[in-house]
């Protein structure tokens, strides 16, 4: 009986994701690179080097993403589009609406840190993307 509540409990522990904080965002801002793309059936498509990589800007709860190319000179070419965003939470979510021309789509913020940033879309697919440090 004591081995199945262990069990129990250990898969109730590693079963447990974080829940992306208002404190995290503070990771957010920068440059990062998009290391795969998992679809819903966990099928994995991985990016290889470091074509272009996404600058979000975040100030509060307001913010711009923009994509940028990285060059050998260690600068960044960056494009003229910036989209917008809001961030909101809910009790289980993070989530950033983005606005442009009159459109507007959400993703999921499902893990944030230092290193590490997971985007969820509403079809379900997730980026993980990296730190990218020029």
């Known amino acids: 009986m004591k081995q199945l509540l262990l069990f129990i ?5 590693s079963g ?11 990771y957010l801002s920068g440059y990062w690179a998009i290391e795969e793309a998992i679809s819903p059936e966990g099928e994995k498509r991985p990016y ?12 509060h709860l307001t913010g711009l993403r923009k994509k940028v190319v990285p060059l050998p000179n ?12 809001l961030v909101s939470f809910s009790d289980t979510e993070c989530m950033l609406t983005y606005t442009k021309n009159k459109h507007s789509w959400q ?3 499902v893990a944030l840190s230092d ?12 980026f993980r993307y990296q730190k990218y440090i020029p």
């Open 115 to 126: 290193v590490k940033l997971d985007l969820e879309d509403a079809r379900g697919v997730v």
């Open 9 to 13: 409990f250990c898969v109730t522990i």
């Open 16 to 26: 447990c994701k974080k829940a992306v904080t208002p404190a995290d965002l503070a």
């Open 48 to 59: 290889f080097g470091v074509v272009e990589a996404d600058y979000f800007e975040l100030d």
């Open 107 to 109: 993703e999921k913020i």
């Open 74 to 85: 260690g600068g960044f070419s960056v494009t003229k589009d910036a989209v917008p965003f």
